[in-house]
Nanobody, 129 residues
Framework: QVQLVESGGGSVQAGGSLRLSCILS???????MGWFRQAPGKEREGVAA???????AYADSVKGRFTISQDNAKNTVYLQMNSLKPEDTGMYYC????????????????????????WGQGTQVTVSS
C-alpha cells in the first residue's frame, strides 16, 4: 500500500525555522510531490511542489522563505521553512500525484482535490507572534 509519513512539525516563534520531511513508501508512479497546508476554518492550499527533473513551484506567499527539495534515493521530500510567520500556522500535508502531473504548477493547482493525489496524515506547524 502507498503510504506517506510527514514529520518535523512543531511550535516556533515568528521568524524561526522548521524542516518538514515526507517519506514515501509503496509504488505510486508519481511524477511530482508537494506540500499543502490547511488552517482551521480555511481551504487547503498548495505550498510547494517538485517534479522529476527538479522543477519546482511555490505559492506566492512563501516564495523566498520556503524551499522544497528531494532525495530520490531515500524516497523523501523536504520542506525547509524559514522566516516563519503566524499566518503560516496550519496542518501541513505531503502529497504525491496519481501519475498525472507533468509540472509542479499543475500539482499545486489541482492537488487540492483529494482523489488526484495520495496524502499523508499531516504534521502540525504553529507559529506564535
Amino acid at each position: 500500500q502507498v503510504q506517506l509519513v510527514e514529520s518535523g512539525g512543531g511550535s516556533v516563534q515568528a521568524g524561526g525555522s522548521l524542516r518538514l520531511s515526507c517519506i514515501l513508501s509503496g509504488s505510486t508512479n508519481s511524477k511530482c510531490m508537494g506540500w499543502f497546508r490547511q488552517a482551521p476554518g480555511k481551504e487547503r492550499e498548495g505550498v510547494a511542489a517538485i517534479c522529476t527533473g527538479g522543477s519546482t513551484a511555490y505559492a506566492d506567499s512563501v516564495k523566498g522563505r520556503f524551499t522544497i527539495s528531494q532525495d530520490n534515493a531515500k524516497n523523501t521530500v523536504y520542506l525547509q521553512m524559514n522566516s516563519l510567520k503566524p499566518e503560516d500556522t496550519g496542518m501541513y500535508y505531503c502529497a504525491a500525484d496519481r501519475a498525472w502531473a507533468t509540472t509542479p504548477e499543475a500539482l499545486l493547482a489541482i492537488g487540492i482535490v483529494n482523489d488526484f493525489a495520495y496524502w499523508g496524515q499531516g504534521t502540525q506547524v504553529t507559529v506564535s507572534s
